[in-house]
């Protein structure tokens, strides 16, 4: 899972509340001698976390740097680049004449964009973003610190939202064209226009109405994570966790990757990518 | 030595001021503690104006702030423009005049807003609009102060930057040192935190640290609030002392007026609490408003005239008289200004007083040496 977004948008609390684990280290805004990177990073974090019996490796790819700077240019190479890498990889083994029987995965499966809250519309640099990568990875838009907005406000900045990714032809995941079947479409059509989902993190605990619970506190009232009423984060967990997870993941090999593997094959007129750069002879 | 003597007592009563009258001595009292009166009377008359202008990205409530603070709506038919409608927009000034009275006081009240401002992908020098806006500002009040007819200058000076700081960072961005660097030696800048409401007590605690210590880190110089005098009571210099460590200020603007605590106030509803915009220990609106309006807008625009024009007009008179000299013209001790409305007339009429001048200089001259020779 990678998260890219302007520092500060709470993509750490978020992951972290998601996976009910320090998965994610929170760093503490930039360290006094630390200055925000020239360049976008790519920082991978990867843990085993267990439920039920079932584990399962998780691995959250941070993007510090982006949408930063004062000139934003291009800032979305280096993700690209990372997010082809790990296709190659993939490939390289899954070409390889004694290949390991389960290849290890390290491809991105989800990449949790975080929409600042400005209550107006996506900037240009979204859209960009958006544009350039939603054809090599499943992109699942999020309003970040949702707790900015009023319930009104933010129905009318989903639907306006949700118009200018139409317009732009941004197709995010669940996307409508791998839908399989019309359960499939109707399930996903709700989802659909559900999205993007307004979340708030938090990894603190209040005890409201009797009960702790993860959450915020004001001066006015305290923002319960977990509430459907305050924020979208119940429906966002059960949607990404719960119900698609698996679903994240064969989107990314069956379509995703095989785009990429068939674009890398076509390069090569049709032979395999590696044996061509290692030997100059064709074979297949 | 009685011409002397006359002489002296004429001198003195020019220089001194009148004998006051028997009746008066008695009183002891001159009357001329009405004046701080008649500067009101006055100055009522003719009305004031002020000059704001709001800097930050969209969305940052900038516009709704400033409907807050002045409880006008200066944004009625505005459209928004969605995004792609934006990819080729370029910064621009955009100024909005209202004129507001308040117990037969009248303000011209001018806000300059700055959309487009930090929304682009590549932001390189997206204040440069802004900074040669406020120098043009300047240049045509450094043209009218030196023209001909100063009767009517008007002042669209910015006496006043309120730049948005988002809170969704963890302190300032380098968009926003650029900018206040840009700005800091030609404007009063006040920065604030936007749409504080998302932040909790603490965050807004260290976001304020944090902001400081950048500010002091990078040099940026914002307005700073005049230290009280030492004759003022223990109360107002408690005051005083809490505005300004509470800089800069974490503020929340609404357009919407909600019902709290059996009051009707302006807020913000949500389905977690209400947000009152005036509830000094919600968000430092309040404090902002006091600050802005009601102690220090006169001192604001002091600042601008005492500080920030003159540095420009000292600039400017610099680099004339290094272009004049560069031009080998007679160095003048006067630096000519170009003069917005240049009057043949009385240009003719100062050549022929000129030369008239340089005739008499020479006769004199001439005179001095003839003296001398007859010495001689």
């Known amino acids: 899972m990678s998260k890219p977004c302007h520092s500060g948008l709470g993509k750490s609390t978020l992951v972290n509340t998601l996976f009910k684990s320090q998965v994610s280290r929170k760093s503490t805004g930039w360290a006094r001698d630390e200055k925000i990177p020239k360049t976008v990073e790519i920082k991978s974090v990867s843990h085993v976390i267990e439920e039920g019996g079932v584990k399962m490796k998780l691995t959250v790819v941070d993007t510090p740097g982006f949408g930063d700077l004062i000139n934003n240019d291009n800032c979305w190479d280096p993700i690209s680049k990372f997010i082809n890498e790990q296709y190659e990889k993939f490939l390289k083994e899954e070409v390889n004449i004694t290949r390991k029987k389960r290849i290890p995965d390290t491809r991105v499966h989800c990449c949790l964009y975080f929409i600042s809250p400005t209550g107006h519309s996506l900037r240009q640099l979204d859209i960009e973003f958006m544009k350039r990568l939603s054809h090599s990875v499943n992109i699942i838009p999020v309003i970040a610190k949702a707790d900015t907005m009023t319930i009104e406000e933010r129905q009318d900045f989903k639907q306006r939202v949700r118009k200018e990714l139409e317009m732009s032809g941004i197709e995010f995941y669940p996307q409508k064209e791998f839908d399989e079947d019309m359960e499939d479409k109707s399930d996903n059509d709700k989802i659909r226009e559900a999205m993007p989902f307004a979340v708030v993190g938090s990894d603190k605990e209040y005890q409201v109405n009797g009960k702790r619970v993860l959450g915020r506190k004001t001066a006015w009232g305290i923002v319960e994570v977990e509430n459907p009423n305050h924020c979208e984060f119940a429906q966002l967990r059960d949607f990404l966790i719960r119900s698609h997870l698996q679903d994240l993941k064969e989107v990314t090999h069956n379509i995703h990757y095989e785009t990429y593997r068939a674009k890398r094959l076509n390069e090569n007129g049709g032979l395999h990518p590696i044996s061509s750069s290692d030997t100059q002879e064709s074979n297949l | ?376």
């Not at chain 2, 020019?14 to 008066?24: D, E, F, G, N």
């Not at chain 2, 503690?33 to 202008?53: C, E, I, Y």
């Not at chain 2, 969704?168 to 749409?195: Q, W």
């Open chain 2, 1 to 376: 030595m009685d011409a002397i003597m006359l002489q002296e007592k004429l001198v003195e009563r020019l220089l001194c001021p009148r004998v006051r009258t028997a009746r008066q001595k008695e009183k002891q009292y001159v009357g001329f503690a009405t004046l701080p009166n008649q500067v009101h009377r006055k100055s009522v008359k003719k009305g004031f104006d002020f000059t704001l202008m709001v800097a930050g990205e969209s969305g940052m409530g900038k516009s709704t702030l400033v409907n807050s603070l002045f409880l006008t709506d200066l944004y009625k038919d505005r459209k928004l423009l969605n995004a792609e409608e934006r990819i080729n927009q370029t910064v621009e000034i955009i100024k909005h005049t209202v004129d507001i009275e308040e117990k037969g006081v009248k303000l011209k009240l001018t806000i300059v807003d700055t959309p487009g401002f930090g929304d682009a992908v590549n932001n390189n020098e997206c204040w440069k609009p802004i900074t040669d806006y406020i120098d043009q500002q300047f240049e045509q009040y450094f043209r009218d102060e030196s023209g001909l007819n100063r009767k009517n200058i008007q002042d669209n000076r910015v006496h006043c930057c309120l730049y948005f700081i988002p809170p969704f960072g963890h302190g300032l961005r380098p968009v926003d040192v650029e900018f206040m660097k840009a700005l800091h030696e030609k404007v009063n800048i006040i920065p604030l935190i936007a749409k504080a409401d998302c932040l909790t007590p603490n965050e807004i605690k260290k976001l304020k640290d944090r902001i400081r210590e950048e500010i002091d880190k990078f040099g940026i110089k914002v307005y700073q609030f005049p230290e009280c005098d030492s004759d003022e009571d223990e109360e107002f210099k408690q005051l005083d002392k809490e505005l300004k460590e509470c800089t800069p200020f974490a503020v929340i603007g609404s357009n919407t007026v909600v019902e709290a605590r059996g009051q009707r106030v302006r807020g913000r509803l949500y389905p977690w609490g209400i947000v009152e915009v005036e509830n000094q220990s919600h968000c430092d609106f309040v404090k902002l408003r006091n600050m802005l309006i009601r102690s220090h807008m006169h001192d604001l625009k002091d600042v601008t005239c005492d500080v920030h024009y003159e540095n420009y007009r000292a600039q400017c008179i610099q680099e004339m008289t290094s272009k004049l000299a560069q031009d080998n013209r007679m160095e003048s001790p006067l630096p000519i200004l170009p003069l917005s409305t240049p009057d043949v007339d009385t240009e003719k009429l100062i050549k022929m007083k000129d030369e008239e001048l340089k005739r008499m200089q020479e006769m004199l001259n001439k005179m001095q040496q003839q003296m001398h020779e007859k010495d001689q």
